[in-house]
Each structure stands twice: as structure tokens, then as C-alpha cells.
């Protein structure tokens, strides 16, 4: 009850400061508010290579993409934290003023603020696919005071548009935000063209080595797990680590990377075939020089497809997650490869080399349809362009 007091506190505010700069005149410019940042990365390059757009940056502290690498002096970049009132209040006049808003999450603060009709609001997620329910498919949504329920509707209805790479994820969308299929744009996810662009690829592999040199010449294995609710603040890994270590050679290297939403990892041990990289900025670049992932009920797995190597599915609490977050489906277009309750069995996966490409390949196609490498370029048009279609 307390926590929904101070919500609704400072959603008054934002709403009174948001209307106040509401009555100035809009502006041809384009913000993106990121709690992830990988989807804007993409589409504010393709932004900017144009050279005739202006860019506006308003980031959550866990965003850890720097965009003060995109090539354009025509930007800003705010820290969207209530501690930085600063910072909060131009992001705020930002919102209000530009006349394309981009967001990759849930963001509260849209259900009390109404765009004006010349405003485009473009929900761009911050994953390719969804294995874990979210939205109004959460068994604890229900649990929720109808003052909550109202406020997470009002945020989906301020999604005009939400691109997609599936029809798989369009319907997800459609049932967890409760969204009519007309919102959605088949364009593919922004985020999924790197896989496609070989330049890309080899400058990725280049800070990757350079960022983590001790991976250089090993078989890398990614363990990232997803986060679990009671686990946000610092997450117990599950998974065995000293036990990986005993079993797998020197040759052999794990790269711990956790949920953005996840502030700490517990019982990770200091060695140096032990890395933890949450918070390397761009998971498409460690997919790529990862050989072998171990997951859960992330996304991840989504985007690894597209390179058509090995995944591990460490569900030791499947059960419990499937009560308490909700798992959309269990079979092969959610789960492409072997699921194991217990390290060792982990290990006997690793150590196999038989690889089910035609699960993988199926697995990639059902939710990466029409990521086709020209996303963000897709995307781009059907908002800005959309006369050219």
C-alpha cells in the first residue's frame, strides 16, 4: 500500500509537468526511452547515418548502451532516474515535444500522460521472442489493487505500435497487453540485423576479445539466466560452477551473464576461467563469440538461434517458475534443445557434440520470421515513410 501511494504521488507530478510542457509546440524530433537500449541502438543508427534527424537519449541507469557512440552531434543523452530531477525534467519537456516517442519496456509514467494526435509511439520490447509470461498473462497481475490494473492498461494503450519479428510474438503481445493485431508492424526486431552484417560481426568479436582477452582460443560457454521475482536484488546462480570447473578442461571458459533487472549475483566464484559479464552492453556481441548457451526461461535463446549453435536448458525449477511467472508454452518452439534439472547434466550436453540443427533451425524461423537483417530500415519506414510502402 505504501509503495502505491508514493507510484501515485509522483505519477501526479509527472503528469502536472508533463501537461504544463504539453502546450508548447511539437517538435520533429525522436526520443528513446530505454531501460535495455539494444532495439534504439539499431534504429537511431539508421537514424542518424541520414544525418537529417534529431535524437533524444533518456535512459534508465540499468541501460548500459552507450549512445554517445552514435554518430551524430544532432543528440542528447538524460539520465530518466527521479533522483535526477534535472535530467527527469527534460526528459519529461523531451516527451512531451517530440513528435516520435520509442520505449523498450513497461514504463509507468505513460498511463497518466496523453500524446497528441500528431504523436507516434512506438513500443519497441527489449526481446526477440518470450518464453516467461508477462503483462496481463502474470499470475500475479490478478493479485494486484485495481488501481495498479488500471494504471498497466493505460500504459498498453499508449502503444500505437509494437514491431514484431513473428506472428508468434504478435499474438503474445496482443494477449499480455491486451492489444488488437492492428497495432502490430511485421518488420522483424531492430536488434536481430547484427547477426546479418559480417562488418558488424567482426567488430563485435574484436571488443569481446579485447574486453575479456582470457576467452581468446577456448570454448566458450554462456550461462544467462533469467531473473526470478524474490531474486532482483542479488540472484543465488544455480548453477554449479566448481563443479564446471572440475569436470571441463582448461580449454573450456563460462561467461556469466545475468537480467539487466538483476543488481548482483551471489556465489560466483573469482577464477579466471569464470567471467562475469553482466555488464558487458551488448549481448548480441557475446552470443557471438559464445560456442555453447545455458539458459532458462530467457529470450535469449531467440536471438542465439540465429546462429544455429547448441542451447542448453537449465529448468531445475520449472515447476515453481511455471506457478509463479508463468511459462507460455513447454515444447521444441519454446525450448530447441535439451532440458536438464541438475549441473552434471549440463555438463553430459556440453561434452556431447551432437547438435539437433533442424529443432534449432525451426525454433528460428517460428520466432525470427521477418527479422531479415533489414529491420531497423523496415521499421524506420513504416513509421516515418509510411507513403512508401
Not at 53 to 81: G, M, P, W
Not at 95 to 122: M, W
Not at 364 to 372: A, K, P, Q, Y
Amino acid at each position: 500500500m505504501k509503495s502505491e501511494i508514493i507510484i501515485s504521488i509522483y505519477l501526479f507530478f509527472f503528469k502536472i509537468v508533463f501537461s504544463l510542457f504539453n502546450l508548447l509546440p511539437l517538435k520533429n524530433k525522436t526520443v528513446f526511452l530505454s531501460s535495455f537500449g539494444d532495439n534504439a541502438f539499431f534504429i537511431a543508427n539508421e537514424l542518424a547515418s541520414s544525418g537529417q534527424h534529431r535524437l533524444v537519449f533518456i535512459n534508465q541507469t540499468r541501460c548500459k548502451v552507450d549512445f554517445s557512440t552514435i554518430s551524430t552531434a544532432n543528440k542528447k543523452i538524460y539520465t530518466f532516474e527521479s533522483w535526477n530531477i534535472v535530467e527527469t525534467l527534460f526528459s519529461i519537456y523531451h516527451l512531451a515535444t517530440s513528435k516520435y516517442v520509442f520505449v523498450d519496456n513497461y514504463a509507468g509514467v505513460l498511463s497518466v500522460i496523453q500524446f497528441r494526435h500528431e504523436v507516434k509511439c512506438i513500443q519497441l520490447w527489449h526481446a526477440a521472442g518470450a518464453i516467461k509470461q508477462f503483462g496481463w498473462r502474470d499470475p500475479e497481475t490478478d493479485a494486484r489493487n485495481s488501481r495498479a490494473k488500471i494504471r498497466f492498461q493505460e500504459v498498453y494503450d499508449r502503444f500505437q505500435y509494437i514491431p514484431v519479428g513473428s506472428r508468434q510474438m504478435a499474438e503474445i503481445f496482443s494477449e499480455a497487453f491486451q492489444v488488437d493485431m492492428s497495432h502490430f508492424l511485421y518488420t522483424g526486431v531492430p536488434q536481430t540485423d547484427f547477426y546479418f552484417d559480417d562488418e558488424l560481426k567482426a567488430a563485435g568479436l574484436k571488443n569481446v576479445l579485447a574486453h575479456y582477452p582470457a576467452i581468446k582460443g577456448k570454448k566458450v560457454v554462456l550461462y544467462a539466466p533469467t531473473f526470478r521475482k524474490d531474486e532482483l536484488q542479488k540472484m543465488a546462480v544455480e548453477f554449479d560452477i566448481p563443479l564446471f570447473l572440475e569436470t571441463l578442461g582448461d580449454d573450456y571458459v563460462l561467461l556469466v551473464r545475468l537480467h539487466p533487472s538483476v543488481h548482483a549475483a551471489a556465489k560466483v566464484p573469482d577464477h579466471p576461467r569464470v567471467i562475469l559479464a553482466s555488464g558487458y552492453p551488448h549481448i548480441n556481441e557475446l552470443l557471438l563469440v559464445s560456442d555453447i548457451l545455458v539458459s532458462d526461461y530467457s529470450s535469449i535463446p531467440v536471438e542465439f538461434s540465429m546462429l544455429g549453435k547448441k542451447m542448453i536448458f537449465f529448468t531445475y525449477d520449472i515447476e515453481e517458475y511455471n506457478r509463479t511467472q508463468g511459462i507460455w508454452h513447454i515444447n521444441d518452439l519454446f525450448f530447441p534443445g535439451p532440458m536438464v534439472t541438475s549441473t552434471a547434466d549440463v555438463i553430459q550436453h556440453i561434452l556431447d557434440p551432437a547438435v539437433d540443427q533442424q529443432k534449432i533451425e525451426r525454433f528460428r524461423d517460428h520466432w525470427n520470421t521477418f527479422s531479415n537483417g533489414r529491420s531497423s530500415k523496415q521499421l524506420i519506414t513504416a513509421i516515418y515513410h509510411p507513403q512508401d510502402l
